[in-house]
């Protein structure tokens, strides 16, 4: 079993001078000396150094206290999650799956090694509380790969305490500094060992790989307006792919979040999905859809999957919420437990089957196209046109299909026809919202007001969909509960109270539309 801490420090650079006396931090009141602890660690990664370019660290390690497995995932500067594993010969496979978004069908296999002599310390409170650890680690790296060498340098580490205040790091901070020391400039041991122990670049490599300038090189004409910061979308094509880019990063980092139940994990991979698939959908113009339309495909399967979870989700807080208004008069039978159970087993159920859809071929290869289209983007022609008016005719569009959609549902009389409708109008007004959200760093303020417009409308027809979700739940409930002997009267008022809801979001549909449609300049 894998156990995960908090892991909150600061690293120092350290010269032969050793650690600076510290008497006299406030807060301070005694170091105990914990002796010279040896220890040994191998890190792990691909042969092209995934993990390593994602800030994460893999690694097992023996000596010291907490020999075994340890996986860190970046959180802020200084601050990473540390996930334990019991010390094996090969990577846990608790580990292996969080890294696997990252990793996918490659190798893992030791990159680097470090052997550090840690000359460790407690920093302890006037009551003896440990407020921090302090630690001169002497440190030997070995490449293990490739054409790599060796390093050799002296660092101070200073980790504070579980539940300990970050302050106190603040005055060992102003200590250290004082005294001449100086924060160090890689954020850890692995990525200091990296750069210093990559192989020497040769020369004639170099020579033969640059191109030869056409023209002698003159000076640079004087520009008469600041030049754009590297890496800012110029063209229609740009903002798509900037917003795609961001989306794929967002489901390869909250992978590992949602296996490990992290709350609204499964919510936040659903949208990225969802938005991937909406902006393959709605800039057909930027993107050729013989590409993406195939992705889109994907796309919508691992958004179903994960629905499972997270729609299992939702209704259980909206029932047990609901239910928790009720008197206790009105409550009959064990409509509670029931509910509890109910909840629980759908979501054990379900997170399982989510976690094996991580795992599954089909979802590790959708990463890999994500990857491979954004490498070579399959751009159209109108990609290299002006994005204000290239994005803005592509949002516009789906804007009219919402208000389509809209005076459909409310044409229709009150029942499945117009629940249908609403669903639908419900799904055009996501899209348009992500439309409008990938849009919106090129068209600005009428980008972000019918965003904000889009997730008013979202929430409101949002209600009525999940209103149709609990009273179908709430039927099946009520045939197992009368088949058990129980009271149904229960269910039965629940479910009255969600028509209602229901009845409430259809009156206040025409005033939403009509505020929608007079804030929007599309």
Partial sequence: MADTKREVERKYESGDSGLPDLTGVPGLESIVDRGVAHLDALYYDTADERLAAASLTLRRRTGGSDAGWHLKFPVAPGVRDEIHAPLSDTVPESLARLVRSRVRHAELSPVVRLRSDRDLRHLLDGAGRLLAEISVDTVHAERLTGEGGTARWTEIEVELADDG?????????????????????????????????????????????????????????????????????????????????????????????????????????????????????????????????????????????????????????????????????????????????????????????????????????????????????????????????????????????????????????????????????????????????????????????LVKSMKELQSLLGDHQDSIMARRTLRELSAVAHAAGESAFTYGLLHGHEERRAEIVEAALPETWTSVRKSTDF
């Fill in 165 to 449: 205040d970050p302050a106190f790091l603040d005055k060992i901070d102003k200590r250290l500094r004082k005294a001449g020391v100086r924060p160090s400039k890689s954020p850890s041991k692995l990525a200091r060992a990296l750069a210093e122990t990559a192989p020497p670049v040769k020369a004639h490599l170099i020579e033969e790989s640059a191109p030869a300038p056409a023209i002698a090189p003159t000076a640079a004409p004087k520009r008469k307006h600041r030049t754009r910061p590297v890496g800012t979308p110029v063209t229609a094509g740009d903002h798509v792919l900037a917003y795609v880019r961001a989306q794929r990063d967002a489901l390869v980092e909250l992978d590992p979040a949602v296996r490990q139940g992290v709350p609204d994990s499964v919510h936040r991979m659903r949208v990225a999905t969802r938005r991937l698939r909406s902006t393959f959908r709605s800039f057909r113009s930027v993107l050729d859809r013989k590409t993406t339309d195939p992705i889109g495909v994907d796309l919508k399967w691992l958004a179903a999957e994960l629905g499972l979870e997270r729609d299992q989700e939702v209704l259980a807080e909206r029932l047990l919420s609901a239910l928790d208004e009720l008197p206790d008069s009105l409550v009959h039978g064990p409509v509670h437990d029931r509910l509890t159970t109910w909840a629980e087993a759908g979501h054990s159920g379900a997170h399982s089957e989510v976690t094996a859809v991580l795992d599954s071929r089909r979802y590790l290869t959708l990463l890999d196209t994500l990857d491979t289209l954004l490498a070579d983007p399959p751009l159209r022609k109108k990609a290299a046109g002006d994005p204000d008016k290239v994005l803005a005719k592509a949002v516009s569009k789906d804007l009219a299909k919402v208000a389509a959609l809209v005076a459909r549902a409310r044409d229709l009389p009150p029942g499945h026809d117009r629940d249908v409708a609403l669903h639908e109008a419900r799904k055009k007004t996501k899209r348009t919202r992500y439309a409008a959200e990938a849009a919106g760093p090129a068209l600005k303020a009428p980008a972000k007001d």
